[in-house]
């Protein structure tokens, strides 16, 4: 993880310290802070912080880590716990439904069997978020350039299709290794949101509130800006 | 129609003047065709009757997540929301009917703008019912509870490879929409849009909501310019359309935050989807790479245009469509003869 | 506020404690650890006026969090979860004094004291917890560095984060107190943390080799 990164989720654990964070925000920071180092470091800093400035005592932490690791430990082998978050993937509703002073009794809602069309569900894993930056939600991911062909080859089934593209190589049936690189483009996502007040799939009647892009506004682009922007 | 294969497979779309290459629908039990008038009346129907409130989330098959707390109420004559986010930048944008303002709390800046949008309160139309029937087909899905209310479900199948599917389940007893799918050829979830919670018939008032509107003290307001036009006018038409795919509005929008003013955005629409193309002069400062993106249910194409080193046009396609329907719009738009440069 | 007494009776502080533990109900052990990292200091402390110990401070503060961590479900959330939390150290320390008392050759620490039956055990003016020279000076040092890099912040940082961890204030309440976007209250505490972890990183680093 980069040190922008690392300066976002920084960012995410300072206002999760300070309940500023719910629902899917903070659904999403705690999993990410599950799995790393730098994010926890700096829960646990920050925090120390906090204390030291009400009470120099609390100064003391030699051990913090060690206590921590031990008493991991000591939990993982509690029984009639469920380990890991097997609860929580299966109900991406439970992870929305925390509301800022209702703790609820954590009703876990499993769908057990899925319908049969929910097959390839894929953002059920909401264990793959670790790599999203949390602060910012989405991201446009970068399929490669010219003509989007490597897109096309991995969308299409073993039929190269034969779109005319002018110069240019013809679609390629090889297919691409989607390494599909999150970048951002507040340039690109506001042409999103100029497209989606004017049309989008409005016709189900999606809130508006998603016209504006998460990202809209978050940190610089890689290379689509003009310097000096 | 063509026999049915095994598979889902996506056979070659069109080229300009042929037929479309039927493909084979999606693998579903066999049901009768549903109403597709009635369904979508239905759809409409929904947030017209109640007031509601309940956090929306909108996930992309990346596992990239937005989500937002939103109040709705409508009597009749007007229609409200709310829109609180809870991901990305702090944002709350009220909407009433067609007008939208969004507050940006860290720049203490609201920009008002016009939300036009087929089929929006108070418009009863539902343009392009008929080439919805002409390009989808309807067909029944179980039910499914969604944030705690039984939904239906319908599956809109497209008929060709120019277009995504959907998954739409409504509640039950009042038709909002509860969870909405976008699915491609072989059946995978592009992307959801879904209430995680819901109350139906919260206790919102609009008066409340006319009011937090209204009070942008402190606030800088911002008005985007926006001129309508015709792309006749402003010199480009395009030849062989994409089946189903209507132009519905074209306009020229003003610096957005930072580009060169005129850039012309022209969009087209088959009912469901709609793509945008956006026009800019190319400035070799600003434009600098092509390529292709994918956010969702949304793919994006960049490039200079017309396809050649000296290309004195910038075009971004934009749309809820595969990717190969982003590259035909590309390669049909045309210059008109005559026009300025 | 006092960091360690018992907050009854105060508004709702600004955290996330509720929704973490909702989290652990379900399974979460990572979650509860966000908690035990965030109390852990302030239970040992708690404990440590109770019990003279040091390793047996260690062994109650452990206990109390596995305890609690069985007790979840039971945690309702109409109260603070620290509250809750203390008492659970609390009565586990009187649990293990009790124990002691028994069983004082097997401690081999000193017989508690006949304050064992009160529930407050506030000795403010006595340390009672053995801490070795080494932890002690290291204790001063950080809290050294954190004075000093409080007194090196840029005045709206060093506002918004007194503001927040001495005067407990929501961002609702600082944004109001500070007249500013509580967007901008949250960058400046972040920063200010930021500016005071840089200083106190360093001194953390040489811990053991363990991971968070």
């Known amino acids: 993880m980069n040190t922008e990164e690392q300066l976002k989720l920084r960012e995410q654990v300072s206002a999760l310290a300070d309940g500023q964070l719910h629902g899917v925000a903070f659904a999403a920071t705690v999993e990410q802070l599950g799995g790393d180092e730098d994010g926890r470091a700096s829960w646990h800093v920050y925090h120390l912080i906090g204390d030291v400035l009400r009470s120099s005592e609390l100064g003391t932490c030699q051990h913090d880590r060690d206590f921590v690791a031990r008493l991991s430990a000591r939990l993982q082998a509690e029984p009639g716990v469920p380990r890991g978050l097997d609860g929580l993937h299966e109900s991406p509703e439970l992870i929305a439904n925390s509301d800022r002073n209702t703790l609820g009794t954590a009703k876990i809602d499993r769908k057990s069997g899925a319908a049969a069309n929910d097959g390839s569900y894929r953002w059920k894993m909401l264990a793959g978020l670790a790599t999203v930056v949390a602060a910012a939600a989405i991201g446009w991911s970068g399929l490669g350039d010219r003509s989007g062909e490597a897109l096309l080859a991995r969308q299409s089934a073993p039929e190269p299709v034969k779109v005319a593209l002018g110069a240019g190589p013809t679609g390629g049936a090889e297919s691409v290794s989607v390494g599909a690189v999150m970048i951002r483009d507040p340039h690109l996502d506001g042409l999103l949101a100029a497209h989606r007040q004017f049309g989008g799939s409005s016709v189900f009647q999606n809130p508006s509130g998603f016209l504006r892009n998460a990202t809209f506004d978050a940190g610089a682009s890689r290379g689509s800006r003009a310097p000096g922007q | 129609m063509l026999g049915l294969s095994a598979g889902p497979g996506l056979a070659g779309p069109a080229i300009a003047g042929q037929e479309p290459v039927a493909r084979a629908a999606i693998p579903a039990a066999s049901a009768p065709d549903r109403d597709l008038t009635a369904w979508l009346a239905r759809l409409h129907e929904g947030p017209r009757r109640r007031a509601y409130a309940g956090t929306y989330v909108v996930s992309a098959s990346s596992g990239a997540l937005s989500s937002a707390r939103i109040w709705h109420v409508c009597d009749g004559s007007q229609q409200m929301e709310r829109v609180e986010s809870l991901t990305g930048q702090p944002r709350t944008t009220f909407r009433r009917n067609d007008e939208v303002l969004t507050f940006h709390s860290d720049e203490k800046r609201a920009v008002a703008e016009k939300r036009e949008a087929p089929g929006l309160f108070p418009n009863r139309v539902i343009p392009g019912e008929q080439t919805i029937a002409e390009h989808y087909t309807l067909q029944p899905l179980a039910s499914e509870r969604v944030a705690g209310h039984e939904a239906d479900g319908v599956q809109l199948v497209p008929k060709d490879p120019w277009r995504y599917g959907y998954r739409v389940w409504s509640e039950k007893k009042t038709g909002l929409v509860m969870k909405l799918q976008t699915v491609d050829a072989s059946g995978r979830v592009l992307e959801q849009s879904a209430f995680s919670e819901l109350q139906l018939d919260a206790p919102v008032k609009m008066d409340q909501l006319a009011r937090m509107m209204a009070s942008t003290g402190g606030y800088r307001v911002e008005k985007a310019d926006v001129v309508r036009t015709t792309a006749a006018a402003e010199g480009w038409s395009i030849r062989s359309t994409v089946p189903g795919f209507q132009p519905t509005t074209c306009l020229k929008r003003p610096a957005l935050a930072g580009q060169a003013p005129g850039m012309l955005q022209w969009v087209f629409s088959d009912g469901l989807a709609s793509v945008s193309l956006f026009v800019e002069n190319f400035d070799p400062q600003r434009h600098r790479r092509e390529g292709a993106a994918t956010m969702g249910a949304t793919q994006s194409l960049t490039r200079r245009w017309p396809e050649r080193n000296d290309g004195e046009w910038w075009l971004t396609v934009v749309g809820e469509v595969p990717m190969q329907t982003l590259q035909a719009f590309a390669q049909g738009l045309e210059r008109r003869k005559g026009a300025p440069n | ?212």
């Not at chain 3, 003279?52 to 069985?70: G, H, N």
């Not at chain 3, 943390?193 to 840089?198: H, L, Q, V």
């Open chain 3, 1 to 212: 506020m006092s960091d360690d007494s018992v907050p009854e009776g105060e508004p709702t502080p600004a955290n996330s404690d509720h929704l973490l533990v909702e989290r652990a109900v379900a399974g979460d052990q990572r979650a509860f650890e966000l908690l035990v990292i965030k109390y852990q200091r302030r239970i040992e402390r708690l404990i440590g006026r109770m019990v003279r110990d040091v390793d047996l401070v260690e062994d109650i503060a452990q206990e109390t969090f596995i305890r609690a961590w069985r007790a979840l479900h039971q945690f309702r959330g109409d109260a603070q979860f620290y509250t809750w939390l203390y008492r659970i150290a609390v009565n586990t320390a009187k649990k293990a004094l009790m124990d002691l008392k028994r069983h004082p050759a097997a401690y081999g620490v000193n017989g508690a004291s006949s304050d064992d039956e009160d529930e407050t055990y506030r000795r403010e003016n006595e340390q009672t917890t053995e801490e070795t020279p080494e932890s002690e000076l290291a204790a001063r040092e950080i809290a050294q560095a954190v004075n000093a890099a409080m007194d090196a912040l840029p005045e709206d940082l060093r506002q918004a984060v007194v503001l927040r961890e001495i005067e407990g204030l929501s961002y609702e309440e600082i944004a109001e107190a500070m007249a500013c976007p509580i967007g901008t209250v949250r960058s400046r505490i972040f920063r200010a943390r930021e500016a005071i972890s840089a200083r106190v990183r360093p001194m953390l680093e040489h811990q053991s080799g363990k991971r968070w």
